[in-house]
């Protein structure tokens, strides 16, 4: 008996890309015959959703604003075994598509990121590159292992993946978040260089360099606060002590030649400061076993999903 082939979607978050969404859905239209393209607007005021129906994509809506909300609705509603999901600005390479597929299920992957090779000096801004290395870099320092382009919004997932992962954030820190998850259950991975090019005239970008390079970095932190809190108030903790032992010693010092403590709120002020450290160290320990507890339920989830094989 011959097994059914395998299903491929794509999912293409739209905002405002009348003058790009046309050439995304037919460059994946002849990379991936067989799938079927998913276009999601995300309160366009263009023709975004008309020109992604005119070219064959299947058209649906998300209103809350924002990426975040856009990948929940579609990894959410689509139901597929290979998931493609992409930016609708025509800057990503469809052709390479079927590589980045044919590595995921050959290795046995559960996500495959295309790592961003610049076509053109206008693909790529400059404050763009220098906040996706340094973000990319505390990445790599605080859970251990590198990706190369954390940001990039051509990625290929398996059905475990998508169907497992808890999608909390609402804009373009959901590329961070992504990364994240895979790095936090040691899921497998890999990176595919692929050619990234130069926005089409009449498109144009809606990534804050600033406000999102903040909001990404803010999100990071707060993963980092959630997966690792024992490191998180441990730190903290240390600080607090290291404040109070620095303003501790002068005062004992004096009640050892004296026998009085002359600096008596000091005194009280480094009490307090210990005990907030106590209290953080504390509370690294408690949420530490949450945290396990909580990967623990992560994992089970991702397993209760069936692998992906090929026909």
Known sequence: MTSA????AVLVPCYNEEAAVACVAAGFRAA???????????????RTTAVAREAGAIVRSERRQGKGHVVRRMFADVEADIYVLVDGDATYDAPSAPRMIDKLLDEHLDMVVGLRIDQSQAAYRLGHRTGNR???????????????????????????FVKSFPVLSDGFEIETELAVYALELSLPVAEVETPYYARPEGSFSKLNTWRDGFRILGTMLKLYRAEKPLRFFSAIAILLAAVSIVLAIPIVI???????VPRFPTAILSMGLMIMAMLSLSSGLVL???TRGRQEMKMLAYLSQPALKRN
Not at 5 to 8: E, S, T, W, Y
Not at 135 to 160: C, M
Not at 254 to 260: D, K, Q, R, S, Y
């Open 32 to 46: 991936l015959p067989s799938a079927e393209i998913y276009v999601y607007d995300n309160n366009s005021r263009d």
């Open 288 to 290: 530490d076993t949450v």
């Open 254 to 260: 004096t009640f050892i030649e004296t026998g009085l």
């Open 5 to 8: 082939p395998l299903r491929i």
């Open 134 to 160: 340094m973000l990319t870099g505390f990445l790599a320092w605080t859970f251990g292992r590198d990706f190369q382009d954390i940001l990039s919004g051509y990625r290929v997932f398996s059905r475990r």
